[in-house]
């Protein structure tokens, strides 16, 4: 078949590019490829799924009404094994191809093992598809004891679900000495880590895995370095992803540890758009080419990604001077996130884990009796990142003052004092351009 | 898709901070009084005496929705409501990352995410809003005010393609009504048949067509005589920067200076664009224009323009305002303040009009351009009263956007060198120090003002002067130390 515009992938972004294409390109047609063969979710809610929060069928991100208001032929269980980007068309694991004009890859990305002896050996899950929920949480039936690999969010998150169902639970760190070590500073850490310990959790952070020997069923033997071994009825690997980019066959853009895309998430092949978590875009500190594999990032980048394939981007270009408008081109991305645990709840935006080194002011206050933690990053007169932990303060507004890059000369000390208030007072200030004097 | 939704409408200048708004949405949401069950939240700021309720907006391209893994936020086509879903919920909370305005929160006490629903159609804290700074209201009803007032001008637009100034001339008439005497001295609004075209007047009001040189002198006298007839009229002068500036300042500065009762606005586009785009006085530092042109000697115009508005507000002007039409609703407010102010005294509006053709940019960008200019305060919008012998900022004039970002949307500044813009950023600086330290302390610092009058005293102490010695009409006698006191 023949399609006008091809997106690969069926979460936040490529729903995202799907949507924005239809408001330019109503009449194109356009199809959408999924790997599986079930209605669009977000890999974000997976825990949940697991902790048994939320009921698999609801969380469905769009129903099949909507492909057909849409007029999106949509292809669900079918994988894309390869793609030649100069005869412009893609071949499915059913050996059908579809020819394109133009193709968003929106594939996201797939765990990856740890270089652990055994481990492939053994039966183990990983948590990146509804099948993998749905199988863990049959595991988990079974099961009395569980093993987790990994301190990042889907090994804590797997954690809590875990043990909320009455499993022994012991997570057991990959490279780094620590948990959620990508948004997360020390002190904030090791908050959040007593918060497990004291649930139950096993989490010792100064141990690694050595070897796994495989055991009846789903039953393994877990061998640390320091020479302890646990036996465990399921083990789960959370220890990172990768991008899914394996399927160019012909012409490839350039990759890196994702697709190096542009500021209109354009690919260095021409008619080739990626956006989501497989992408490498700009991030908005370093102005490097870096992944930045988040949720809010997916839908801005697909949002981006879906104007620029319909032309959109041209028209604005067009009008001299116009220059690169914010919206429309991807202006860099911010690392953030919001993680709970056990009733308590953090997020950590932007240059969460800087130190004090002179070129940034830190100013932490925390109460460790309380699980209180509240960081923010200050480099001159600009916000830069925070972290907190059950304070009041909103996510987005100051993720908005970061990267709006607000000017907060003279406010500093207010903002440090009262920043619940007067975060929301600077953001309801911008929106109006109301004048203080 | 495109429809009116209703929505709840923050007037902050008449919040008093009572809270009542929280403490009704808690009651209807959570039968609590605690008001972390509040979705409205209130932002107080006893230093600058600020109030003003915090509430979701209703955003038409919500991120939080947007954001959510779980669709369990959903904007409702029919009604606008962005709606929390509590079955689908994960509490992740990845939506409060997306809002910038807190307007979906975590509410530990429920330990869900709470946001403003509109009580489905009958919003409690609206009804518990005593002094009226919360309004339910559809968002087209926004300009409600102005629109039975009756529009003044022929229809049409003889105007080129674009153009402010046929949106700014219905708006002044629309607002100071049918009792008005219309003075146009030729620029580009009698060019667009406000005096009329063959004995035909483009207007409904008297509208008369004076020269450059006496408009305001004109008006001084059409408003004296009306007012020993007992009857209120308002004169109303729409001149060009060139009308008010250059040709046209002498009976301007004369009238002002007298105080006579105007209402004399400005449109000022930077030049003489209706005779082909010769500069003016007004025009900016490094602007083409048909007489600075740009070449190997000359790269536009080469000396600052002058700063209008602060020359009327040294002329101890009833009002004195800048405004744009990008900021339709703060328009409106000039204009009624400089209307009113013109029963009194003098007033005077200064309007920043951009002109597509003399500009050189498209047609359907004029009112961003004006966004721009105010955005990044090449064109700051501020108000003087004399009553009040205030000057404030309407909008605000912290963390502009680079000059760059309006120049660059400018056929008429393409050629700029870096200098020339850093000479722009310069003067744009300048004004603004200016403008500030007025904002600050008003005309009069009251510091400044005690220690010059102590300093007056000091020197001129009327009582200890000896004027025996002196011979009225010529110099004093002598020059001895004679002029002291206790000479008696």
Not at chain 1, 74 to 103: C, P, R, W
Not at chain 2, 194 to 219: D, I, Q, R, W, Y
């Amino acid at each position: 078949m023949e399609t006008k515009y091809l997106i690969i992938g069926s979460s936040h972004a490529g729903l995202s590019a799907t949507d924005e294409i239809r408001i330019n390109d109503p009449d194109g047609s356009l199809t959408m490829v999924s790997m599986e063969d079930c209605l669009p979710y977000s890999p974000t809610v997976l825990p949940y799924i697991v902790s048994g929060k939320v009921d698999a069928g609801i969380i469905r991100l769009r129903d099949d009404q909507y492909f057909k208001d849409q007029n999106i032929t949509f292809l669900k269980g079918k994988k894309v094994v390869k793609i030649d980007t100069q005869a412009s068309k893609v071949t499915l694991d059913d050996n059908s191809e579809i020819g394109y004009e133009k193709v968003l890859i929106a594939t996201g990305s797939e765990p990856t093992l740890p270089p652990i002896p055994g481990l492939k050996e053994s039966k183990y899950h990983v948590l990146r598809t509804m099948q993998d929920a749905q199988e863990i949480n049959k595991s988990a039936e079974q099961a009395k004891t569980a093993v987790i690999l990994g301190t990042g969010l889907v090994g804590m998150h797997a954690a809590e679900g875990l043990a909320e169902k009455g499993l022994k639970v012991e997570v057991i760190r990959g490279r780094r000495p620590a948990v959620l070590p990508n948004y997360f500073d020390k002190a904030s850490m090791q908050m959040i880590h007593k918060v497990f310990l004291d649930h139950g959790i096993g989490c010792n952070l100064d141990n690694q895995v050595a070897s796994i020997e495989p055991g009846e069923g789903e039953k393994a033997k877990v061998i640390l370095k320091n020479g302890d071994a646990i036996d465990t009825d399921m083990l789960v690997v959370g220890t990172g992803v990768r991008s899914r980019m394996d399927f160019f066959a012909n012409g490839a853009p350039q990759m890196e540890e994702g697709i190096l895309v542009d500021e209109t998430m354009q690919t260095s092949v021409g008619n080739v758009w990626a956006a989501g978590d497989v992408a490498q875009a700009v991030d908005f500190f370093s102005e490097k080419k870096e992944l930045n594999a988040i949720l809010p990032d997916a839908f801005e980048q697909g949002k981006i990604a879906g104007m620029s394939m319909s032309g959109n981007l041209k028209a604005i270009e067009a009008v001299p001077g116009l220059g690169k408008q914010e919206g429309f081109f991807y202006n860099g991305g911010v690392s953030m996130n919001t993680f709970n645990f056990y009733g308590n709840r953090s997020f950590a935006v932007g240059l969460s884990l800087v130190e004090d080194d002179g070129e940034y002011a830190i100013h932490v206050k925390f109460d460790t009796d309380r699980c209180f933690y509240q960081k923010f990053v200050f480099k001159g007169d600009y916000l830069v990142g925070a972290i907190g932990i059950n304070t009041s303060l909103d996510p987005g507004v100051i993720m908005n003052i970061i990267r709006r890059k607000i000017n907060l000369k003279g406010k500093v000390d207010d903002f440090i004092d009262d920043p619940q208030n007067v975060s929301r007072r600077i953001m309801w200030d911008s929106w109006r351009g109301v004048a203080k004097v | 898709m495109t429809q009116a939704y209703y929505t709840l409408a923050v007037h902050p200048e008449k919040c008093n901070g009572c809270g009542e708004c929280e403490i009704a949405c808690a009651k209807i949401k959570a039968d609590s009084t605690d008001v972390a069950h509040s979705r409205i939240k209130m932002l107080r700021n006893m230093k600058d005496n600020f109030f003003g309720p915090v509430v979701c907006m209703q955003c038409g391209e919500p991120s939080c929705v947007k954001s959510c893994p779980a669709n369990a936020l959903t904007k409702d086509p029919e009604t606008g409501v962005v709606r929390w879903h509590e079955d689908r919920c994960v509490t992740c909370t990845i939506c409060t990352l997306g809002c910038p305005y807190s307007g979906i929160y975590y509410n530990p006490v429920s330990s869900s995410v709470i946001k403003c629903d509109h009580c489905g159609g009958d919003p409690a804290c609206v009804k518990v809003c005593k002094p009226g700074a919360l309004e339910y209201m559809k968002n087209s009803d926004l300009y409600k005010d102005q629109a039975p007032l009756e529009d003044l001008f022929a229809p049409g637009l003889a105007g080129c393609m674009g153009c402010n100034t046929e949106l700014m001339i219905r708006h002044v008439l629309r607002h100071v009504g049918p009792d008005t005497v219309l003075a146009a001295p030729p620029g580009c609004v009698p060019g667009q048949c406000v005096v009329g075209m063959n004995g035909e007047c483009g207007c409904k009001v008297p509208s008369f067509h004076p020269l450059l040189t006496n408009t305001a002198s004109m008006l001084a006298g059409i408003r004296r005589f009306y007012k020993r007839k007992g009857r209120d009229v308002t004169c109303l002068a729409l001149a060009g920067d060139g009308g008010a500036a250059d040709v046209g300042f002498q009976s301007l500065s004369g009238a002002a200076e007298r105080g006579e009762e105007i209402l004399f606005v400005v449109i000022d586009n930077e030049g003489y664009m209706n005779t082909g785009m010769q500069r003016s006085s007004t025009t900016p530092l490094g602007s083409w224009t048909s007489t600075t042109p740009v070449g190997p000697a000359l790269h536009g115009k080469p000396r600052e323009a002058k700063y209008m508005p602060l020359i009327m507000l040294m002329h101890s002007c009833e009002y004195v305002a800048t405004a744009s039409m990008a900021y339709p609703l703060d328009f409106h407010e000039k204009i009624e303040k400089a209307y009113q102010a013109s029963k009194r005294g003098f007033a005077y509006v200064h309007v920043f009009s951009p002109c597509t053709t003399g500009w050189r940019f498209p047609g359907d960008m004029n009112i961003a351009v004006q966004r721009k200019a105010v955005e990044t305060n090449y064109f700051p919008l501020w108000e003087y009263e004399r009553s009040k012998d205030k000057l404030v900022f309407t909008y605000s004039i912290d963390d502009p956007k680079p000059l760059e970002n309006y120049l660059s949307v400018i056929g008429k500044f393409r050629h700029l060198s870096k200098e020339q813009i850093g000479q722009l950023k310069e003067q744009a600086i300048k004004r603004m120090t200016v403008l500030q330290r007025i904002a600050e302390v008003g005309l009069s610092d009251e510091e400044v003002k005690l220690k010059l009058k102590a300093a007056c005293e000091g020197e001129f102490k009327v009582a200890d002067v000896d004027v025996s010695g002196v011979e009225w009409g010529g110099m004093p006698k002598s020059h001895s130390k004679s002029v002291k006191s206790g000479s008696n």
